[in-house]
């Protein structure tokens, strides 16, 4: 399911927003969410899960093709770590 | 420092976007159930700009009772993983921190 897919739904299962705001509204709150990790703040919704930035400190890396030592920088990469509905919901015996 | 909640989505879309409290409560739980009920139907979730939620199927494997070192096998499962976007990522690598 992409983005654009997901609005769609949305706007099938409600019926008091337009399409046009529903759109907005998905769209205000991944930019909420991308704003709070960039600020190194931990994203808690409780039944989904929460988000945060897991730091990498720098490190001499090696150009693979010509063995060069380079300095990689220290950086900060996000982090999802399931809650414990969507845990029991998606693990469904096979 | 406190974390962003459901809570916090629900005031931003009432205080910015002027959808009233019912319906900004709604709508931030229907955007979470949405992506929860894809997933349920082992259907991976791609929302450009910010990431993808994927699902694995987990093979069963000996591990380890870590108090009592006895060991016991982790039953095969189904798991969420969740792949950040190009933009994402970017827009959070640089953060370098005071902590």
Redesign the interface.
């Known amino acids: 399911?992409?983005?654009s897919e997901?609005i769609e739904?949305?706007i099938s299962?409600?019926d008091?927003?337009i399409p046009v705001?529903?759109d907005?509204?998905?769209k205000?709150?991944?930019e909420?969410?991308?704003q709070?990790?960039?600020?190194?703040?931990?994203?808690?919704?409780?039944?989904?899960?929460?988000?945060c930035?897991h730091?990498r400190a720098s490190r001499i890396g090696r150009n693979p093709k010509t063995g060069a030592a380079v300095e990689l920088a220290?950086?900060?990469?996000?982090?999802?770590k399931?809650g414990k509905?969507?845990?029991e919901?998606?693990?469904?015996p096979? | 420092m406190t974390a962003l909640t459901k809570a916090d989505l629900a005031d931003m879309l009432f205080n910015e976007l002027g959808l009233n409290k019912r319906e900004a409560k709604e709508m931030v739980e229907l955007f979470f159930e949405e992506i929860r009920s894809s997933l349920e139907k082992n259907k991976e979730v791609k929302l450009s700009g910010f990431g993808n939620f994927e699902i694995r199927d987990k093979k069963s494997r000996p591990g380890r009772n870590p108090k009592t070192g006895e060991s016991v096998a982790v039953s095969a499962r189904r798991v969420v993983t969740f792949k950040s976007g190009q933009k994402l990522k970017s827009r959070v690598e640089g953060y370098v921190g005071i902590s």
Do not use: C, W
Request: net charge positive; charged share 20%; proline share 4%.
């Open positions: 399911m992409t983005k997901l739904s949305i299962k409600q008091q927003l705001d529903v907005l509204a998905i205000m709150i991944l909420k969410m991308i709070t990790l960039s600020a190194n703040e931990r994203i808690e919704i409780r039944g989904f899960g929460s988000f930035l730091h220290s950086r900060s990469v996000p982090y999802f399931p509905e969507l845990r919901r998606v693990n469904v096979v």
